[in-house]
Each structure stands twice: as structure tokens, then as C-alpha cells.
């Protein structure tokens, strides 16, 4: 009998060890783990996280770490949801490209409170860490860009990877995988809508796929059964959130000798990853230009149209349309020569000289980019100064990607940017350590200790 693709998912999860990660991909699952520690640590602090802390402490059953200070604990399924809330509440999260989606904060999380609630060590958590990445981000890939117009994959694609993570740390035979697959398929959700109204919504994403991932593997390790044939079914997720188009081979191809994780690229500003083209731009003509905001003419973005769409609100009025607009995060980086959390603030929606600029910034599809997108994340940004000087600068891979990545140094610097608010140094430093050897841990429950 024909295997489907679930159960062909299955037996490459339950036969995946530690010692079959190329050391390469191990390396990029850390950097990739420092990431969402800052990511969470800081967003922890954001208002809403202290309301999602307010509904979810105090759990009964197994328990794991909230990415919180001082530390503290509650159920698994508690924290898996807070911590994916609180790593993509500010937009700082890493992003694969080629499909869109945010794997950090479902699948660390995920796999981090379920590793506690075990005791399991710190080359299993690796392992559970890599299958969720490799699964979750071919999952985003088959559904493409039909899918994307409508769904958010970090939502849809992440409850894949959690499931899977939590699957490996249970230790799941393949048949029991394909059951947690099926239904963490069938709670896969997360809508757009949310974009357009400028709502709060986006952290519910990662923060439910991750828990509901976990209660599919954990409900497939007592024997509850899922849909085999949740990808390909004739009313599985493909046929239902992609009918416009959608490849069922990207489920498989290269599984366990084309690493998806290396494509993985870490994000230096907070905000949503298809701006960044633009303010690398933008950036470097404020470093060549040294021209102040009164000096500045015009503007004009050129970028591809997934990215307009997306960030796409022209004046701001709160800090989550502004994570999402083109032309202020722009004014930004023409202002400051830089974009940080520090300049997403309520004083400077209202800024004279920032207004001033998005008044005079004018954002353009252009189809070439649109044409490479979503392989290649393109865009250049021209000024015109009063004086009639002219000044443009082009990116097709912004800081971050694998083409231009960040140093571990420039990783561990973002780290203590996030997190120095929220940890006394002595433990941040502590954290950076636990990260660089975290398969020497024995029981990953000594991981958050002071």
C-alpha cells in the first residue's frame, strides 16, 4: 500500500538523530535559538504580553519556563503559547524567504516547553528543532503564494512545525507523526484580515500553532488519530487554504539532504521583514547622502507587490501599522541612518519631520522585483534633494539573509540590545553561553536556572 505523504513525513521525523545534522545546520538552529530568546525576552514586556500572562499563569500539569524575569513556570502548553507570543510581537523574529514565514516562534517555543516538560536534553531539543524548521517551512512552500494572499503561514505552516517538534521529543513512531500531522492540520488557521484593520491580532499566530501543535503530538501519543492524507486530501489543507495553485513535491524533495534551515535569515530591524530591502536602501543613501529630512525633495521606493500589499499603511496611527508601513519605517532610516525599537514609539507617528517625509515618500511595484519575489526580496529607494541632487541605492538581499548574513557577533549584539531591558547582565551572558553548547546539556530543564 502507497505511503502518503504524512506517513512518508512520519518516517523521516522518528528516524532523524543528532548525529545526522550537519554541523552547519546545527550552528544555524543556535543562532536561530539566541534569536527567539531576545525576540521573547523582550517582547515579553510588551503591554498585551502581560495580559496573555495574566490569562495563562498558573496552569496545572506539566510545567516548562515563560520567557520571563525573574523566571517562572507553568503549564507547557501555556508557555509554548506565550513564548511564540511574545517572540513575534515586535516583529524581530527570523523569516525563511522563499516561503514567507516566521519558523522561530511556533517551533522553538514549541519545542523549548516541550523539552522541559520531559527532561530532555539538549542534542534532542536541536533535533526537534531542525525536523520542525525542515517540515514547517516545506509545508509554507507547497501552499505558495495563493496561500499566502489570504493565510498567514507562520499561523498555518507553524502548527506543522510545533507538531513536529513536539512529535520527535516524544518520541513518536512514524505512524503516530502522521497522526499529530493530521491534526495540527486541521487547527491550522491565522488570517490576513487583521493587516488590513490594523488589529493586534498577529502574535495569536505562532502563539496558537504553537500550542495546538503540541496538543496534536501529545494527543498522538496516547492514540488519538489523525488524517493521513491532511496535504494531499481531497479536503485536506492544499485543496481547502491553496486552490490556486499549489506543489505537492516540496512536501518531500531534499527532506534529510537539502537543509531548509541554512535558507533561514535573522532580521535586524522590528518590523516586517519585506521592508527591510528599504530601509537597507534607505540607509545607505543617508550614509552617502548625509542629507537632513528638510533637504529631501522627494522619495520614491520601488519594491515588489507581495511587500506593498503587506506593509502597506501609508501614515501610521499605532506602533502595529507602523511595523508595517513601507514609507515610515524609510523616513526612519532617512532620518536616523537607522532603524531600532527605540524609534517605534507613539511620539514619532507624530513627528513633524517623519510626517514631512512620508508625505513626500511615494512606495512603486516594481515588476522585476515582483517577477524574483518571492526567491529574491528586492528594492531600491531614489531621493531627490532640493538642491536637485539625486541619490539611490538597490538591495536584492537585505541584512540578514544568507547572502548577507549577520555575524555571531552582530547575533549576540541584537540578543543583548533586546534583552538588556528585561535580565541582569550576569544571566544575559549566562544565556549566550547555554545557547553556543546546548547539546553538552544533559536535561534542558537547567537551561533558564540563574
Known sequence: MTMTISERIGEFVSQIAYDDLPKSVVKVAKRCILDWL?????????????????????????EASFLTYPPSKG???????????????????????GSIFHPASPVISAAFSQAESLGASGKELITSVV???????????????????????????????????????????????????????????GLWQFNLDGAMTKPLHPAKAAMEGLISANLAYRGFSGALRIFEGEKGICNAMARDGFDLEKLLYGLGSHWKTEEVSLKPYPCCR???????????????????????????????????????????????????????????ALKFGDVN???????????????????KTEVLEDDVYTKNHPQKWGAKVE?????????????????????????????????????KPVLPEDYLSELIGRVWSI???????SFFEE
Not at 344 to 357: A, G, M, N, Q, V
Not at 392 to 405: N, Y
Open 38 to 62: 531576545g525576540a521573547g525576552y523582550r517582547g515579553s514586556k510588551a503591554e498585551a504580553s502581560s495580559w496573555v500572562l495574566d490569562l495563562l499563569r498558573g496552569g496545572n500539569g506539566k
Open 75 to 97: 503549564n507547557f502548553l501555556f508557555t509554548a503559547f506565550s513564548n511564540a507570543f511574545f517572540s513575534h510581537i515586535l516583529e524581530i523574529d527570523d523569516v525563511h524567504r
Open 131 to 189: 525536523l520542525g524548521y525542515e517540515v514547517s517551512i516545506r509545508v509554507a512552500e507547497c501552499l505558495g503564494l495563493s496561500h499566502y494572499k489570504y493565510w498567514h503561514p507562520t499561523a498555518t505552516a507553524g502548527v506543522f512545525g510545533s507538531a513536529v517538534a513536539g512529535a520527535k521529543l516524544l518520541k513518536l513512531d512514524p505512524k503516530k507523526v502522521a497522526f499529530a500531522l493530521g491534526n495540527a492540520g486541521t487547527s491550522a488557521s
Open 274 to 332: 519585506h521592508i527591510h530591502p528599504s530601509i537597507d536602501a534607505a540607509k545607505e543613501v543617508h550614509r552617502a547622502s548625509k542629507l537632513k529630512p528638510q533637504e529631501i525633495a522627494s522619495v520614491k521606493v520601488y519594491t515588489y507587490r507581495v511587500g506593498m500589499e503587506t506593509a502597506h499603511f501609508k501614515v501610521p496611527t499605532s506602533l502595529e501599522e507602523a511595523r508595517f508601513s513601507i514609507s515610515y519605517c524609510v523616513a526612519l
Open 341 to 359: 525599537l527605540d524609534l517605534f514609539s507613539p511620539s514619532l507617528l507624530r513627528d513633524e519631520e517623519i510626517l514631512s517625509l512620508i508625505d
Open 383 to 419: 531621493v531627490l534633494s532640493r538642491d536637485g541632487g539625486v541619490w539611490s541605492s538597490e538591495t536584492w538581499f537585505p541584512l540578514g539573509d544568507p547572502e548577507k548574513p549577520m555575524s555571531d557577533r552582530e547575533v549576540e549584539d541584537k540578543f543583548k540590545g533586546l534583552v
Open 439 to 445: 547539546e553538552e546539556m544533559e536535561n534542558i530543564r
